[in-house]
Every structure is written in structure tokens, then in C-alpha cells.
């Protein structure tokens, strides 16, 4: 935006931009965040001349420029894309104020949905089915995640990340690739409420695993019943855990099952601030 006028500066507390939107030719990349593109095309069309936005790059959340472009048309305003990567806005257009009902949200949706998978018995109404959301396919990945451990794509609905790696748990796991750009969104979340549920993180992908380190049972709880099944297991008592409880108990991380597993479990369970899943 230097070239069009607008300049910017910031601190650690504060930015501070100041300048006047001009016409012109814009570029901007297309796979940081969708919202700078949304924003010209809703700002440009007041300005007194035609203006073009050039997308450069591969374009990610691709869907939610389709919605900003309907968004517009319901309220007068006209875009036009000459290609994928450029776009046209006539100078001089006016909004033009009407009624208008907002469809539900698939994002929110999502997450009330998640249950179903689960066990649960969630009916969500007021989704428009001839929606231009793209994450209205979230019903779709959700199937997916309940037949097996795919792979999915979330480049173009990073929205979702969240409750797709939150139903991947409690299924069978996933490898999730386009995630670059969690770390700049509200929806990065691997550090933070994952922490207990493994995962890599592996050439731009995130693997989720459908277990949780410790929960030997599957119960959703870390407690006294893990560490004693544990420590029968370790004393060469005949058990039979499931391929899912072994990698529950690697609590340690190292491929091996042995007696550092079974400390660090039980220091856990006594109270001291660990992070079970890690060396």
C-alpha cells in the first residue's frame, strides 16, 4: 500500500497508520490472510477511479473471497474477477441499504456437529444448503475422520482446525497439510488446548493421534487406574492393551516402554506439572 499512499509505523505497544486510500493497482499476496484482500474490495469501489487487486501467490481461503464478493452484490456493490488472481473494482459505486437475512454460520456449526461423532445427538437447523461457505464441508471431513485416519487439505478452511483435530482424537487420528497459517490465526491451537493430545508437526502438516498420553482407559482422565494398569503391565503381568493403549503409555515419547514410562506417569498422577508425550 506504500506505492497507493498509505504508510504505517509501530511500536511495541502501537500501530499507527495514516495516508488516503488512492485508486490504483494493489498486490497482495494471496496466502497470508484472505481479510487484506476482503478489505480492499469493500474500501476500493468508494474511491473515485477503477482500482485492481493482484492476487500473487497461491490463494488460500479462496472461499471466503467468493463470500466478500457476494456480500457486496447483495448490497449494490459489483466485482468482477478478469482471472483467478486479479480483481476488478469500478470506481464510483454507491451501497444501496436493504433488508437482508444473514444465513447461519457453518463455522459455529461445526463445533455443535462435532458431537455426533461422538455419540451425541446434535441436529443443527438455519444452514443455507446453497451456501458459498467453505466450511460447509466440514460435514463431509467429519465422516472422513469417523471411517478412518485421512489426510485433509485444510488450506482452504483453516477455521476449522480446531474441532477437526478435537473429533480426529476421539476417532482415528489425522494428517492435517495447508497449516502454515495457524500460527497467525485464533485457530492455533497446538500449543495451548492440545497440549495432552499428541501430535507432529512434520513438513507443514499436523499429524493428530487418536489417543491421549496416559489415558490408558480411554476415559477422558489421567488418574490412579492408568498408573496401576501401567505398572502391571511393566511387572510382566499378562495383559492385553490394545495397539492404542501401548502408545498411551509411551508417556516418555521414545518408542520404548520401561520404567522412566512409569515414573514420569506417576509423578503425573502425584501432582507435579509434567507434559505427558514428551522426553
Given at each position: 500500500?506504500?506505492?497507493?499512499g498509505?504508510?504505517?509505523?509501530?511500536?511495541k505497544?502501537?500501530?499507527?497508520?495514516?495516508?488516503?486510500?488512492?485508486?490504483?493497482?494493489?498486490?497482495?499476496?494471496?496466502?497470508?490472510?484472505?481479510?487484506?484482500?476482503?478489505?480492499?474490495?469493500?474500501?476500493?469501489?468508494?474511491?473515485?477511479?477503477?482500482?485492481?487487486?493482484?492476487?500473487?501467490g497461491?490463494?488460500?481461503s479462496?472461499s471466503?473471497?467468493?463470500?466478500?464478493?457476494?456480500?457486496?452484490?447483495?448490497?449494490?456493490?459489483?466485482?468482477?474477477?478478469?482471472?483467478?488472481?486479479?480483481?476488478?473494482?469500478?470506481?464510483?459505486?454507491?451501497y444501496?441499504?436493504?433488508?437482508?437475512?444473514?444465513?447461519?454460520?457453518?463455522?459455529?456449526?461445526?463445533?455443535?456437529?462435532?458431537?455426533?461423532?461422538?455419540?451425541?445427538?446434535v441436529?443443527?437447523?438455519?444452514?443455507?444448503?446453497?451456501?458459498?461457505?467453505?466450511?460447509?464441508?466440514y460435514?463431509k471431513?467429519?465422516?472422513?475422520?469417523?471411517?478412518?485416519c485421512?489426510?485433509?487439505?485444510?488450506?482452504?478452511?483453516?477455521?476449522?482446525?480446531?474441532?477437526l483435530?478435537?473429533?480426529?482424537?476421539?476417532?482415528?487420528?489425522?494428517?492435517?497439510?495447508?497449516?502454515?497459517?495457524?500460527?497467525?490465526?485464533?485457530?492455533?491451537?497446538?500449543?495451548?488446548?492440545?497440549?495432552?493430545?499428541?501430535?507432529?508437526?512434520?513438513?507443514?502438516?499436523?499429524?493428530?493421534?487418536?489417543?491421549?498420553?496416559?489415558?490408558?482407559?480411554v476415559?477422558?482422565?489421567?488418574?490412579?487406574?492408568?498408573?496401576v494398569?501401567?505398572?502391571?503391565?511393566?511387572?510382566?503381568?499378562?495383559?492385553?492393551?490394545?495397539?492404542?493403549?501401548?502408545m498411551?503409555?509411551?508417556?516418555?515419547?521414545?518408542?520404548?516402554?520401561?520404567?522412566?514410562?512409569?515414573?514420569?506417569?506417576?509423578?503425573?498422577?502425584?501432582g507435579?506439572?509434567?507434559?505427558?508425550?514428551?522426553?
Amino acid at each position: 500500500c506504500l506505492s497507493q499512499g498509505i504508510e504505517f509505523s509501530e511500536d511495541k505497544e502501537s500501530v499507527t497508520v495514516f495516508g488516503k486510500l488512492r485508486p490504483g493497482k494493489y498486490s497482495v499476496r494471496g496466502d497470508v490472510s484472505s481479510q487484506f484482500i476482503s478489505g480492499l474490495m469493500i474500501a476500493l469501489p468508494l474511491l473515485e477511479n477503477d482500482s485492481i487487486i493482484d492476487i500473487t501467490g497461491a490463494i488460500e481461503s479462496g472461499s471466503y473471497l467468493g463470500m466478500t464478493v457476494k456480500a457486496l452484490a447483495d448490497f449494490g456493490i459489483r466485482i468482477s474477477r478478469t482471472d483467478e488472481h486479479t480483481v476488478f473494482i469500478k470506481g464510483n459505486q454507491t451501497y444501496k441499504p436493504r433488508t437482508l437475512r444473514v444465513e447461519g454460520d457453518y463455522s459455529n456449526a461445526a463445533f455443535l456437529e462435532a458431537f455426533n461423532s461422538v455419540g451425541g445427538n446434535v441436529a443443527v437447523t438455519g444452514l443455507k444448503k446453497d451456501t458459498c461457505q467453505g466450511d460447509a464441508v466440514y460435514r463431509k471431513l467429519f465422516g472422513k475422520l469417523v471411517r478412518g485416519c485421512p489426510e485433509i487439505d485444510i488450506s482452504d478452511c483453516p477455521d476449522l482446525a480446531p474441532v477437526l483435530m478435537a473429533v480426529a482424537a476421539a476417532n482415528n487420528g489425522v494428517r492435517l497439510t495447508g497449516t502454515h497459517r495457524l500460527k497467525i490465526k485464533e485457530s492455533d491451537v497446538c500449543n495451548n488446548d492440545l497440549a495432552l493430545v499428541p501430535f507432529d508437526t512434520v513438513d507443514g502438516s499436523i499429524e493428530i493421534a487418536a489417543f491421549v498420553y496416559g489415558d490408558i482407559f480411554v476415559d477422558g482422565v489421567i488418574d490412579i487406574r492408568d498408573l496401576v494398569y501401567f505398572a502391571q503391565y511393566i511387572a510382566g503381568r499378562k495383559l492385553n492393551p490394545t495397539s492404542q493403549q501401548i502408545m498411551a503409555m509411551d508417556v516418555y515419547r521414545d518408542d520404548t516402554l520401561d520404567i522412566r514410562d512409569l515414573v514420569k506417569l506417576a509423578q503425573y498422577v502425584a501432582g507435579r506439572p509434567l507434559v505427558l508425550g514428551t522426553k
